[in-house]
Each structure stands twice: as C-alpha cells, then as structure tokens.
T-cell receptor
C-alpha cells in the first residue's frame, strides 16, 4: 500500500474553501488517475495523466482542477465545491495508460463538503 | 445495467465456505480485472484474465471468463474473515486504460 500515498486522508471543507488533494507514487509509473467513489455508485474516472499530459477528462466540473507537475505527483485542486461532491477520492497509477496494466491505488481521501 | 455489473450486491458466508461473485459486461473486451477494497480504503488488484483465457488461478482465487455470455466469476475458496471486503470487476472501455468499474459485491465472512 505504500506504493501510492495520498494526503490528507480526511478533509472537511466548506463550500467557499479552496483545498488541494495530493497523490504521490513511488513505483516509477507513467500514468496517474483520479477517481471519485460515492456511496452506492460505481467508481467514476475523473482524470487520466500520461507522462504529465492529461489524456482523459471525463466531463468533470471545473471546480475540480487537476495538476501533474511530474510523473510522480498528482494534485486535485478543489474550489467552491457542493455537498454532493462529498466522496472518497482515489488516486491510482499504472506503468502505462494501457488496459492490460494493473492500476495501483492509494488509500484515498475522504472528503466532506459542508 | 452498467458495464461491469456485479452480482450479488451483498454476500454473507461462514468462514471456510466458498464465495462466488459474478460480473456481467456489455461490450467486447480484451481483458477483465478483479479488484478488492477494504472498507474506506483503496482498491487492490487481484487478478487479470485475458479474453483468450477461460480460467485463471491465484492462490485461493479462481476466475473464469465466458466471452460468449459476457460474464466472469470470482470464486474465493475456504474463505477467511480477512476476506471481508468489496469486490469489483473492471473492464476496459473507450480504448487506452479507461477502466469501468461496477458497483461491487460486498462480501462478509463471519467466524
């Protein structure tokens, strides 16, 4: 589990706050992902980065802004969120963005928007 | 229904029993993966089966794939309390490594 780390593990924020989620992978991978997991819903892919370039944006609202400064770090900047954005946000990485590559997940950030 | 839909949604068994979970999908795939998630944690990859494989084993896990029925099953033999978790199947969609996950099967193994 230490291959992909996420901070913070828990975050409570108001709708007017600005916060950032951080993900770091120590596996030498080239692809990184953000997922949203809400109760009773399937895991939703938000963004995919390959070699620091965004290759997938799944119609995510602009209040979520990803940043990938290098192949080991991935951020998700949050601003003016809504209560329905409360969820578990999972980061993952894989060797390459190929469907046969195993994705390695971090422990997630439990986000609560008040 | 969605791509990668698991059945049953919840399963409760006694330790030592076998647990079987099923996954159905809609589109043609070149592989299917199973993941496990302990409560409130990240997902852990269990096994990947390719479309030209019918069965694959890993320890106490056995996965089957029937591409004609667009379905897969995950069998956990001699279950343990530590197997309590949610299990998800994932299939590639849209090219690249875009994986679509189902809502999962919640397995509870009781002592």
């Amino acid at each position: 589990e230490t291959g992909v780390t996420q901070t913070p593990r828990h975050l409570v924020m108001g709708m007017t706050n600005k916060k950032s989620l951080k993900c770091e992978q120590h596996l030498g991978h080239n692809a990184m992902y953000w997922y949203k997991q809400s109760a009773k819903k399937p895991l939703e892919l938000m963004f995919v980065y390959s070699l620091e370039e965004r290759v997938e944006n799944n119609s995510v609202p602009s209040r979520f802004s990803p940043e990938c400064p290098n192949s080991s770090h991935l951020f998700l900047h949050l601003h003016t969120l809504q209560p329905e954005d409360s969820a578990l946000y999972l980061c993952a990485s894989s060797s390459h963005p190929r469907s046969t590559d195993t994705q390695y997940f971090g422990p997630g950030t439990r986000l609560t928007v008040l | 229904s969605q791509q990668g839909e698991e059945d049953p949604q919840a399963l409760s068994i006694q330790e030592g029993e076998n647990a079987t979970m099923n996954c159905s999908y809609k589109t043609s795939i070149n592989n299917l993966q199973w993941y496990r998630q302990n409560s409130g944690r990240g997902l852990v990859h269990l096994i990947l089966i390719r479309s030209n494989e019918r069965e694959k084993h890993s320890g106490r896990l056995r996965v089957t794939l029937d591409t004609s029925k667009k379905s897969s099953s995950l069998l956990i033999t001699a279950s343990r309390a530590a197997d309590t978790a949610s299990y998800f199947c994932a299939t590639p969609t849209g090219g690249g490594n875009k994986l679509t996950f189902g809502t999962g099967t919640q397995l509870k193994v009781e002592l």
